[in-house]
C-alpha cells in the first residue's frame, strides 16, 4: 500500500511522536503531552488562523529608535517604589523588578536606585578625581587621565545594606521587587583603585581610605586599604555603556561583595588616613543594633542570601496544575554560591536545585527547579549555601543572634505562600 505525500508527512510525525514518549526522560514526555493537550483545542484559536496586524504591514525603519527601547507590551517591567518608605523621594529609593527578569546580568535602566541627596547631573569634562592624605603625590585626574590606566572588566552584584530589612519584623511588602528588590549584577568596566593609590604613593602610615561623592549629600565611607588594594574599581562603564547619571555617571566605586554606601557614585575625592573615620554614614547609619542595646558596625560584607523571583507574589502561576519552572537568583559577598535548594512545603523537605549560567565571585547565580504542580497550596522557599560553607539561616535563627530591631544585613529564608489558584503572597513561618 502506497503513502500519499500528506499521508507519509503525518507518518513521520506520528513516528516521532511514538519514538519521543517512549524513550529518555520521563519530564520530556511530561513536556510533549502538555504540549500535545495545549494542541488539541476544540477550537481553532483566533491567533494562530487570522492574520494579524504585525503580518499584515510593515514596521518602523531602523532610524526610528536610536537608542533602543523595550517592546511596549513590557511597558510595566520598571523600577517602582514604596512611598511610605522614606519621607522624600530626593533621599529615597526604588526597587529592581527581580520578578521580571531571567539570567543574572540586570539591564541598566532596571538596576535600582539609592540616593542620599537626589542625583547629580555632572558634566564628565568638568569632573575631577584628587587623592590626597597620606599620600606622597597629591593627584587629579581628569576623565581623560582615568581612560588611559590599564581597564578591567569584573561581574558583581550591588546590594543595599537594608535590602529585606523591613523584614525583620514579619512579612511586610507583598512581592520580591520590594523584598528583595535593593540589588543588581552588572558588568563594570574601570580601572583598579590599586593603579590610581600605587600612582600617588600611599605612605607607610596610610591604613584606610574614604571615598566622596560629589552630590550634595557628599556621602562618604571609610574603607580599609587592604580592600580598596585587593578588588576595587573606579568604574565609568556598566554593561559596556557609560553609567547611567542615577548610577554615579561619570565614575563611581565599586566595592566587590560589600555593602551598596560603600560605592560611592560621582566619586571626586579618595583621602588616605590611618584611621577610620567615623562618619554619619557609619555611625548612626548602616549599623546593626543588637537587642542589648549595643550596635554592630563596620559590617561590610553582605552574607549569603537568595530568593525565589516566581512564583512569587507580583508573578502567580497562572497555568494551573502541572510542569512548573520554579526560577530564583542567589548571591553571596565572599565568593560564589555552590548550591541552592528548594522547599515547597515551608522546609520541611528540600531539593536542590539546578544552577544556571556563570557562576562568578561575588555575582548572582540563577538556579531552576522542574517540578509537577499538583495544585494544591505550597510554601515555597530557596537555602543558598556559598563556596565558603556558609548557609543562608531562617529568619529565627538570624533573630536569636541579633535580635528583632535590626534592620541591616538580612539575609534570612524568604517564604511565598502560593495558592491553589496561582496567587501568592508574602507570609512568615515560625
Same mark, same amino acid.
Given at each position: 500500500?502506497?503513502?500519499?505525500?500528506?499521508?507519509?508527512?503525518?507518518?513521520?510525525?506520528?513516528?516521532?511522536?511514538?519514538?519521543?514518549?517512549?524513550?529518555?526522560?520521563?519530564?520530556?514526555?511530561?513536556?510533549?503531552?502538555?504540549?500535545?493537550?495545549?494542541?488539541?483545542?476544540?477550537?481553532?484559536?483566533?491567533?494562530?488562523?487570522?492574520?494579524?496586524?504585525?503580518?499584515?504591514?510593515?514596521?518602523?525603519?531602523?532610524?526610528?529608535?536610536?537608542?533602543?527601547?523595550?517592546?511596549?507590551?513590557?511597558?510595566?517591567?520598571?523600577?517602582?517604589?514604596?512611598?511610605?518608605?522614606?519621607?522624600?523621594?530626593?533621599?529615597?529609593?526604588?526597587?529592581?523588578?527581580?520578578?521580571?527578569?531571567?539570567?543574572?546580568?540586570?539591564?541598566?535602566?532596571?538596576?535600582?536606585?539609592?540616593?542620599?541627596?537626589?542625583?547629580?547631573?555632572?558634566?564628565?569634562?568638568?569632573?575631577?578625581?584628587?587623592?590626597?592624605?597620606?599620600?606622597?603625590?597629591?593627584?587629579?585626574?581628569?576623565?581623560?587621565?582615568?581612560?588611559?590606566?590599564?581597564?578591567?572588566?569584573?561581574?558583581?552584584?550591588?546590594?543595599?545594606?537594608?535590602?529585606?530589612?523591613?523584614?525583620?519584623?514579619?512579612?511586610?511588602?507583598?512581592?520580591?521587587?520590594?523584598?528583595?528588590?535593593?540589588?543588581?549584577?552588572?558588568?563594570?568596566?574601570?580601572?583598579?583603585?590599586?593603579?590610581?593609590?600605587?600612582?600617588?604613593?600611599?605612605?607607610?602610615?596610610?591604613?584606610?581610605?574614604?571615598?566622596?561623592?560629589?552630590?550634595?549629600?557628599?556621602?562618604?565611607?571609610?574603607?580599609?586599604?587592604?580592600?580598596?588594594?585587593?578588588?576595587?574599581?573606579?568604574?565609568?562603564?556598566?554593561?559596556?555603556?557609560?553609567?547611567?547619571?542615577?548610577?554615579?555617571?561619570?565614575?563611581?566605586?565599586?566595592?566587590?561583595?560589600?555593602?551598596?554606601?560603600?560605592?560611592?557614585?560621582?566619586?571626586?575625592?579618595?583621602?588616605?588616613?590611618?584611621?577610620?573615620?567615623?562618619?554619619?554614614?557609619?555611625?548612626?547609619?548602616?549599623?546593626?543594633?543588637?537587642?542589648?542595646?549595643?550596635?554592630?558596625?563596620?559590617?561590610?560584607?553582605?552574607?549569603?542570601?537568595?530568593?525565589?523571583?516566581?512564583?512569587?507574589?507580583?508573578?502567580?502561576?497562572?497555568?494551573?496544575?502541572?510542569?512548573?519552572? =520554579?526560577? @530564583?537568583?542567589?548571591? %553571596?559577598? #565572599?565568593?560564589?554560591?555552590?548550591?541552592? *535548594?528548594?522547599?515547597? !512545603? $515551608?522546609?520541611?523537605?528540600?531539593?536542590?536545585?539546578? =544552577?544556571? @549560567?556563570?557562576?562568578? %565571585?561575588? #555575582?548572582?547565580?540563577?538556579?531552576?527547579? *522542574?517540578?509537577?504542580? !499538583? $495544585?494544591?497550596?505550597?510554601?515555597?522557599?530557596?537555602?543558598?549555601?556559598?563556596?565558603?560553607?556558609?548557609?543562608?539561616?531562617?529568619?529565627?535563627?538570624?533573630?536569636?543572634?541579633?535580635?528583632?530591631?535590626?534592620?541591616?544585613?538580612?539575609?534570612?529564608?524568604?517564604?511565598?505562600?502560593?495558592?491553589?489558584?496561582?496567587?501568592?503572597?508574602?507570609?512568615?513561618?515560625?
Amino acid at each position: 500500500m502506497s503513502l500519499s505525500h500528506r499521508d507519509d508527512q503525518k507518518e513521520v510525525v506520528n513516528v516521532g511522536r511514538r519514538r519521543l514518549l517512549t524513550s529518555g526522560a520521563a519530564g520530556g514526555a511530561t513536556l510533549l503531552a502538555s504540549a500535545t493537550n495545549a494542541l488539541s483545542a476544540s477550537k481553532p484559536d483566533p491567533a494562530i488562523t487570522e492574520i494579524q496586524d504585525w503580518n499584515r504591514y510593515t514596521g518602523d525603519g531602523v532610524d526610528a529608535r536610536p537608542y533602543g527601547t523595550p517592546s511596549a507590551f513590557e511597558k510595566d517591567v520598571v523600577r517602582r517604589n514604596v512611598p511610605w518608605l522614606t519621607a522624600d523621594p530626593i533621599a529615597s529609593v526604588n526597587f529592581t523588578p527581580l520578578h521580571e527578569l531571567d539570567g543574572i546580568i540586570t539591564p541598566n535602566g532596571l538596576c535600582f536606585e539609592r540616593h542620599h541627596g537626589g542625583i547629580a547631573e555632572i558634566d564628565p569634562a568638568e569632573h575631577r578625581l584628587m587623592i590626597n592624605g597620606l599620600v606622597e603625590r597629591p593627584l587629579v585626574f581628569t576623565m581623560e587621565d582615568l581612560m588611559r590606566f590599564p581597564r578591567v572588566n569584573r561581574v558583581y552584584f550591588l546590594e543595599c545594606a537594608a535590602n529585606t530589612g523591613m523584614e525583620w519584623r514579619g512579612a511586610q511588602l507583598n512581592g520580591c521587587q520590594f523584598t528583595h528588590g535593593m540589588i543588581h549584577n552588572v558588568m563594570y568596566t574601570g580601572v583598579p583603585l590599586r593603579l590610581l593609590l600605587e600612582e600617588a604613593g600611599v605612605k607607610t602610615a596610610g591604613k584606610w581610605v574614604l571615598p566622596e561623592g560629589a552630590d550634595a549629600s557628599h556621602m562618604t565611607r571609610s574603607i580599609p586599604l587592604e580592600k580598596a588594594l585587593d578588588d576595587c574599581i573606579v568604574a565609568f562603564k556598566m554593561n559596556g555603556e557609560a553609567l547611567r547619571p542615577e548610577q554615579g555617571y561619570p565614575v563611581r566605586l565599586v566595592v566587590p561583595g560589600w555593602e551598596g554606601n560603600m560605592w560611592v557614585k560621582w566619586l571626586r575625592r579618595i583621602e588616605v588616613g590611618d584611621q577610620p573615620w567615623h562618619h554619619r554614614e557609619e555611625t548612626s547609619k548602616y549599623t546593626d543594633l543588637l537587642e542589648s542595646g549595643k550596635a554592630r558596625r563596620f559590617t561590610w560584607e553582605m552574607d549569603v542570601k537568595s530568593v525565589i523571583t516566581n512564583p512569587s507574589p507580583q508573578a502567580p502561576l497562572t497555568h494551573g496544575s502541572g510542569h512548573t519552572v =520554579l526560577s @530564583g537568583v542567589a548571591w %553571596s559577598g #565572599s565568593g560564589k554560591v555552590k548550591r541552592v *535548594d528548594v522547599s515547597i !512545603d $515551608g522546609g520541611r523537605n528540600w531539593q536542590t536545585s539546578r =544552577l544556571d @549560567g556563570p557562576s562568578l %565571585s561575588k #555575582s548572582m547565580h540563577r538556579f531552576y527547579f *522542574d517540578f509537577d504542580w !499538583d $495544585g494544591s497550596e505550597m510554601f515555597l522557599q530557596s537555602r543558598a549555601m556559598d563556596e565558603n560553607g556558609q548557609v543562608q539561616p531562617t529568619k529565627n535563627q538570624l533573630r536569636e543572634a541579633r535580635g528583632p530591631n535590626s534592620v541591616y544585613h538580612n539575609n534570612s529564608i524568604q517564604t511565598w505562600h502560593v495558592k491553589p489558584d496561582g496567587s501568592a503572597e508574602n507570609v512568615e513561618i515560625s
